[in-house]
């Protein structure tokens, strides 16, 4: 395997990469009716509890849309399980379109990324490549955090909780969103002001929030304005996150499909997967 087919492999994975971070971000939402939150519920209290929620998600199904620094516009969806781990997404550059589609499989510690017919002929027929995660460390030269794998464990429903520490959370006023009738409400934070919010929370939640939280620090990201769309069983049905990282905007928009349905994702037929450690290895000795 040519060493130009790897520097195409790590555009292409760690693009993908970035997008499973930000478009696995936002809150879960699946509505079965549509009434209004309660009149005593303050804006603040309705996210709170729509946030409080995201605890008890064993699987999610999402549809994203937007900007991400550097790859600009994307678009795709994706469904994941908690337990056990594992996660199918189908994601489209609309900027790159000459790259076309990819699909990214996380199944059994191993993450799967596949480019179709292009990646084909660039791969001796093969068009999915393979990383062991745990096989993957920091001293790599493709590390888990670059592709991903420093978020792929976690709840995606964790930024979500990030709107409950803004102190100008308002109701914009009510929407229907895919059919199903939300309260839209619209604030802004700051990532210090979130991270001074945690104060008062449980050493786990605190963890979980703060591990997210890190993520867009590294980014480069300083504040956010949030919107989220609540239906009538308190969970977002869509949210939307916006803000300027080092490089470029960030402009995500997540419409919840379901959650907690069974999630099954398969690994890729071995004939048409190249294993990366196999790819390094061939590379260096060439």
Not at 107 to 126: C, F, R
Request: with cysteine; proline share 3%; charged share 30%.
């Amino acid at each position: 395997m040519k060493l130009s087919v790897n520097d195409s492999v790590r555009r292409r994975a760690t693009g993908a990469a970035l997008a499973a971070l930000v478009l696995g971000g936002g809150a879960v939402g699946c509505s079965k009716g549509g009434a209004e939150e309660s009149p005593a519920l303050t804006p603040a209290a309705a996210v709170a509890k729509a946030a409080k929620k995201t605890d008890d998600i064993t699987s999610l199904r999402y549809r994203m849309t937007g900007k991400v620094p550097e790859e600009g516009r994307v678009s795709g969806e994706a469904a994941m399980s908690m337990k056990p781990l594992a996660m199918s997404m189908k994601m489209t550059a609309e900027d790159q379109a000459a790259d076309g589609p990819v699909e990214i499989r996380l199944v059994d510690k191993a993450m799967y990324i596949g480019g179709g017919a292009k990646a084909a002929k660039e791969m001796d027929g093969k068009s999915w490549i393979k990383f062991d995660m745990s096989a993957l460390g920091a001293d790599k030269e493709l590390n888990a955090s670059q592709l991903g794998g420093g978020q792929a464990d976690k709840n995606p429903a964790t930024e979500s909780t990030f709107l409950t520490g803004s102190k100008d959370v308002k109701k914009v006023g009510t929407e229907t969103v895919d059919g199903v009738k939300t309260t839209h409400y619209k604030g802004s934070i700051t990532l210090d002001e979130y991270r001074k919010s945690l104060k008062g929370e449980d050493k786990a939640t605190r963890e979980k929030r703060e591990k997210a939280l890190d993520q867009y620090t590294k980014m480069g990201v300083d504040a956010i304005t949030m919107d989220m769309w609540i239906d009538g069983d308190d969970h977002t049905k869509q949210f939307r996150m916006r803000g300027t990282a080092d490089k470029g905007p960030l402009d995500m928009t997540i419409t919840f499909l379901d959650y907690n349905k069974p999630v099954t994702v398969t690994a890729p037929p071995a004939k048409d997967t190249v294993d990366l450690a196999e790819m390094m290895k061939d590379a260096q000795q060439g």
